[in-house]
């Protein structure tokens, strides 16, 4: 591989909100550390559709994921497989449609909650969580902090080349408190804090660095159809490599040939949407 690279999903964070109360992502962008740009979600923008766009490179229309209650094993090659095509190492901290989207479905609690499998055609190692009883009294989420550290050790253990980490923390935080309140303004400053300590130590260990989010969320804690609030959210790229101009808007179809682009894995035909960093 080229280069290791590392994608950070923090689901359902608006624009608004990462430029607003991300105070140490900002700051590495005032100190040139980190390039931003805003990033638009595919339609539907609802969390599972777009987690599958953001891997496919293809949009609801084509792979068939139409929201939460469709998820099945997907056809399309995708970011995992195009790694482990050039040899690469995957690795995956997420919630478990990941798991169901890119190696198998259904997911089954025991024999998928966390496995190492480095002959696998996907992904290598995986730790996932299903937040299973998830509802707006209930969140059923991890603790950030844990999932980062997941996601370290897996890179220190097994020497991962891409590795993927999807917190839901704040979509359950906007889907219960909406998002101009306290709780959601003390929720982001908390996300942003726990992140911190872990960018410098994955920067130190080779990786490039990816923070961006799968779709926003609106003044009433909603996201799946059109409008900036739903639709739009921050990308934020710590590494060497050059990008559009900072007004420029990306796709989230161009994030999986990105990636692939980045780490001289094979682009799939499937993804044609044009890379936005050299």
């Given at each position: 591989m080229d280069?290791?690279?590392?994608?950070?999903?923090?689901?359902?964070?608006?624009?608004?909100?990462?430029?607003?109360?991300?105070?140490?992502?900002?700051?590495?962008?005032?100190?040139?550390?980190?390039?931003?740009?805003?990033?638009?979600a595919v339609l539907p923008s609802t969390s599972a559709s777009c987690y599958a766009s953001i891997h496919t490179g293809v949009t609801p229309q084509e792979h068939g994921c139409t929201g939460n209650g469709n998820v099945f094993r997907l056809s399309h090659k995708d970011v995992f497989s195009q790694v482990r095509e050039a040899g690469g190492v995957t690795g995956a901290v997420t919630h478990s449609y990941w798991s169901q989207f890119f190696n198998r479905h259904p997911f089954d609690y025991v024999r998928d909650i966390e496995y190492d499998e480095p002959e696998s055609a996907t992904i290598n190692h995986g730790r996932f969580h299903s937040m299973t009883g998830y509802g707006k009294a209930n969140q059923m989420t991890p603790?950030?902090?844990?999932?980062?550290?997941?996601?370290?050790?897996?890179?220190?253990?097994f020497g991962l080349d891409y590795?993927?980490?999807?917190?839901?923390?704040?979509?359950?935080?906007?889907?219960?408190?909406?998002?101009?309140?306290?709780?959601?303004?003390?929720?982001?400053?908390?996300?942003?804090?726990?992140?911190?300590?872990?960018?410098p130590r994955w920067r130190q260990l080779g990786y490039e660095?990816?923070?961006?989010?799968?779709?926003?969320?609106?003044?009433?804690?909603?996201?799946?159809?059109?409008?900036?609030?739903?639709?739009?959210?921050?990308?934020?790229?710590?590494?060497?490599?050059?990008?559009?101009?900072?007004?420029?808007?990306?796709?989230?179809?161009?994030?999986?040939?990105?990636?692939?682009?980045?780490?001289?894995?094979?682009?799939a035909e499937t993804m044609k949407a044009e890379p936005f960093l050299r």
């Open positions: 280069r290791k690279l590392l994608l950070i999903i923090l689901d359902g964070v608006p624009y608004c909100n990462f430029r607003r109360l991300f105070g140490n992502l900002e700051g590495w962008v005032d100190s040139g550390e980190a390039r931003l740009w805003k990033l638009r603790s950030d902090v844990d999932l980062y550290a997941t996601l370290t050790n897996l890179c220190l253990r590795g993927i980490l999807h917190t839901c923390t704040l979509d359950s935080m906007g889907h219960r408190f909406f998002h101009d309140c306290e709780e959601m303004d003390h929720a982001c400053f908390v996300a942003d804090e726990m992140l911190a300590p872990f960018i660095v990816i923070v961006t989010a799968d779709h926003g969320q609106d003044e009433r804690g909603h996201h799946g159809g059109r409008g900036p609030l739903q639709q739009e959210t921050a990308l934020y790229y710590f590494g060497d490599a050059e990008g559009p101009d900072s007004e420029s808007v990306i796709s989230q179809l161009q994030l999986a040939p990105t990636i692939l682009s980045r780490m001289g894995a094979p682009i």
